[in-house]
């Protein structure tokens, strides 16, 4: 193991020791976490890696920012700070996935690190829809029936939160690729996961068919196929 590995094992570690004293994540989401970033650092690269950190990083922020009006807003039930393992998953898995295929399938890395990034542009899509939009959003309404609806019941949305999602996903895709067709490709792939995210949290999760968890597992696995849809 090199010396920038080593370095990149003592920064995770640190970042996941403070993760979990501030209560961001807990221990084994902490863990999980560090696992994924390890191993797309090592099949897919820094720049890869780089973008898992944006996304975790941002969803930290949106999650904190003013908790306590959210909580205000919303039953604290539905508004959890501290993180497990099952969310990071829902929402770093994919990219996980996708690395292990850059293992057994190193003819299409490039494909793959491209699909992670459309994951973790959906991710941050609903992430930040979610968090932000409950906060300024103004109207809220049912995604399937678009009638009005109660501010953060699943599949709710508002048209200041679908905004924040479309923007965070064309960060993602600018910061990745720059200001060219990639990154375009990538803005609207998060965006239709976001969507698909509504659409599902409208349906099967108001049903309880699917939890949340699944829900946005899903959400990542589109934003990726969507990548994949657009470059094939």
């Given at each position: 193991?090199?010396n920038?590995?080593?370095?990149?094992?003592?920064?995770?570690?640190?970042c996941?020791?403070?993760?979990?004293?501030t209560k961001?994540?807990?221990?084994?989401?902490?863990?999980?976490?560090?696992?994924i970033?390890?191993?797309?650092?090592?099949?897919?690269?820094?720049?890869?890696?780089?973008?898992?950190?944006?996304?975790?990083?941002?969803?930290?922020?949106?999650?904190?920012?003013k908790?306590?009006?959210?909580?205000?807003?919303?039953a604290?039930s539905?508004?959890?700070?501290?993180?497990?393992?099952?969310?990071?998953?829902?929402n770093?898995g994919?990219?996980?996935l996708?690395a292990?295929?850059c293992?057994?399938?190193?003819?299409?890395?490039?494909?793959?690190?491209?699909?992670?990034?459309g994951?973790?542009?959906?991710a941050?899509?609903d992430?930040?829809?979610s968090?932000l939009?409950?906060?300024?959003?103004r109207s809220?309404?049912n995604?399937l029936?678009?009638?009005?609806?109660?501010r953060?019941?699943?599949?709710?949305?508002s048209?200041?939160?679908?905004?924040?999602?479309?923007m965070?996903?064309?960060?993602?895709?600018?910061?990745?690729?720059?200001?060219?067709?990639?990154?375009?490709?990538?803005?609207?792939?998060?965006?239709l996961?976001?969507?698909?995210?509504?659409?599902?949290?409208?349906?099967?999760?108001?049903?309880q068919?699917?939890?949340?968890?699944?829900?946005?597992?899903l959400?990542?696995?589109?934003?990726?196929?969507?990548?994949?849809f657009?470059?094939?």
């Amino acid at each position: 193991m090199g010396n920038s590995s080593l370095i990149l094992c003592f920064v995770l570690l640190i970042c996941a020791m403070l993760a979990v004293l501030t209560k961001k994540l807990t221990v084994s989401a902490a863990g999980l976490a560090s696992c994924i970033g390890l191993l797309v650092f090592y099949v897919m690269g820094i720049k890869e890696l780089l973008m898992l950190c944006l996304f975790f990083g941002l969803a930290v922020l949106a999650t904190s920012h003013k908790k306590i009006d959210k909580a205000r807003l919303l039953a604290l039930s539905k508004h959890e700070e501290t993180r497990g393992a099952g969310q990071v998953f829902a929402n770093g898995g994919v990219a996980g996935l996708l690395a292990v295929l850059c293992l057994i399938d190193v003819s299409h890395t490039d494909v793959y690190k491209i699909m992670m990034v459309g994951s973790l542009a959906a991710a941050l899509a609903d992430t930040l829809s979610s968090e932000l939009g409950t906060l300024y959003g103004r109207s809220f309404y049912n995604m399937l029936t678009f009638k009005h609806d109660i501010r953060g019941e699943d599949g709710v949305v508002s048209v200041e939160g679908t905004l924040i999602g479309l923007m965070a996903s064309a960060l993602m895709g600018i910061v990745y690729a720059g200001l060219n067709k990639v990154a375009v490709f990538i803005a609207i792939a998060g965006f239709l996961g976001n969507l698909f995210d509504s659409i599902l949290g409208a349906s099967l999760e108001r049903k309880q068919y699917l939890g949340n968890n699944g829900v946005n597992f899903l959400n990542t696995l589109l934003g990726a196929l969507m990548v994949l849809f657009f470059f094939c």
